[in-house]
């Protein structure tokens, strides 16, 4: 049963490589206050990855036009590591619960 997993994990991943680049960006966002873009519309985009450094809940959106405590995706904890679904190509929304709290927001865009 393994080999048969494994040969497939395999094939999934080189499927994955076909046609695909490694590039990637970063960002920080220290204050995020109000609904803020995080991540803009791109139809390269392979992926994201957002990482909560700061004392405090932030709320994350993906699609729409802003996100806000009563309409989002997901609600990171301090500390909290999310990535978005594979080949997400949508705009991202942050907003942290409290304003003034310390630490950032680091977004990686994967294309």
Same mark, same amino acid.
């Given at each position: 049963?393994?080999?048969?997993?494994?040969?497939?994990?395999?094939?999934?991943?080189?499927?994955?490589?076909?046609?695909?680049t490694?590039?990637?960006?970063?960002?920080?966002?220290a204050?995020?206050?109000?609904?803020t873009?995080?991540?803009?519309?791109?139809? *390269? &985009?392979?992926?994201?990855?957002?990482?909560? &450094? *700061?004392?405090?809940?932030?709320? +994350?959106?993906?699609?729409?036009? &802003?996100?806000?405590?009563?309409?989002?995706? +997901?609600?990171?904890?301090?500390?909290?590591?999310?990535?978005?679904?594979?080949?997400?190509?949508?705009?991202i929304?942050?907003?942290?619960?409290?304003?003034g709290?310390?630490?950032?927001?680091?977004?990686?865009?994967? &294309?």
């Amino acid at each position: 049963m393994a080999n048969y997993q494994d040969e497939k994990l395999k094939e999934i991943a080189d499927s994955e490589k076909r046609g695909s680049t490694t590039a990637s960006s970063t960002k920080t966002h220290a204050q995020i206050a109000a609904s803020t873009e995080i991540v803009a519309t791109s139809t *390269t &985009s392979l992926g994201a990855t957002i990482y909560n &450094s *700061t004392d405090n809940k932030v709320y +994350v959106k993906l699609g729409g036009s &802003s996100v806000s405590s009563t309409d989002y995706t +997901v609600l990171m904890n301090a500390g909290d590591y999310y990535e978005a679904p594979y080949k997400f190509q949508g705009k991202i929304y942050a907003i942290k619960d409290a304003a003034g709290s310390s630490g950032s927001i680091y977004i990686t865009v994967v &294309s």
